[in-house]
């Protein structure tokens, strides 16, 4: 089966240290997704791309985080500088947008900011 | 702009009994409507989605999840869990514009599937 693969799986840093979660998304899928999860506020979009361009990062906040495609095959998602309450479990996902098939998720980055 | 309620935050349920998880959304346009289910440490799974046609909605590991449009309800089903059912599951509605399909998502039902 074909799989959003996520790295790291698991991160610890101290704050103020830059942190950057990476995902591979399935090839030929047009949109991807960040979200973060956490116990207090759920599953929170951050950001999303179609065709790699961005199309939506409303949900990220904008002086420390950034989301960037470089290329089809990557996504990146970046904090700089990090803060304790980033502490969070984050999840890309991938799909065809227009077809509306649903999403596959991938396994998620657990960042801990101490 | 749309949302999801999802009425439950956990349910505790013994092996082989029923179950339903409730959800109710809130959306000005049509939408498309899914349930993801998420076992410990991984990411969400795909249960099953509506997308048009009939209302009623079967998926993976025999759950089934029923659309009602006046009531804005999309309710999750099994008539007998097992104890691998344990897990969290997520109402997710997006909506049927070609230039949007992001997923908003429910806030969770925990379920605790008892021997």
């Known amino acids: 089966d074909a799989r959003v693969t996520q790295t790291p799986r698991h991160k610890v840093t101290e704050m103020g240290q830059e942190v950057t979660m990476r995902c591979q998304p399935i090839?030929?899928?047009?949109?991807v997704f960040w979200y973060r999860q956490t116990m207090m506020q759920g599953l929170e979009l951050l950001a999303y791309?179609?065709?790699?361009?961005?199309?939506?990062d409303s949900g990220m906040p904008k002086d420390r985080f950034s989301a960037e495609m470089p290329d089809a095959t990557l996504a990146t998602l970046k904090i700089q500088p990090s803060e304790p309450r980033d502490s969070a479990v984050y999840f890309c996902?991938?799909?065809?947008?227009?077809?509306?098939?649903?999403?596959?998720f991938g396994s998620g980055t657990r960042l801990t900011v101490v | 702009a749309q949302s999801v309620t999802q009425l439950d935050s956990q349910v505790p349920v013994f092996e082989e009994a029923p179950v339903e998880l409730r959800c109710n959304y809130s959306?000005?346009?049509?939408?498309?409507l899914f349930w993801y289910v998420q076992y410990p440490n991984q990411g969400l799974q795909l249960l099953l989605k509506?997308?048009?046609?009939?209302?009623l909605v079967k998926g993976i590991n025999g759950f089934e999840a029923e659309f009602n449009k006046s009531q804005t309800s999309f309710h999750l089903r099994k008539p007998s869990v097992h104890i691998s059912d344990t897990a969290e599951y997520f109402c997710a509605v997006s909506d049927n514009k070609a230039a949007g399909n992001k997923l908003t998502f429910g806030g969770g039902t925990r379920v605790l599937v008892k021997p």
């Open positions: 791309f179609r065709n790699r361009a961005p199309l939506d």
């Open positions: 090839l030929g899928h047009n949109t």
């Open positions: 959306s000005s346009v049509s939408v498309y």
């Open positions: 509506y997308l048009s046609g009939s209302t």
């Open positions: 996902a991938s799909g065809w947008a227009d077809r509306n098939y649903g999403y596959t």
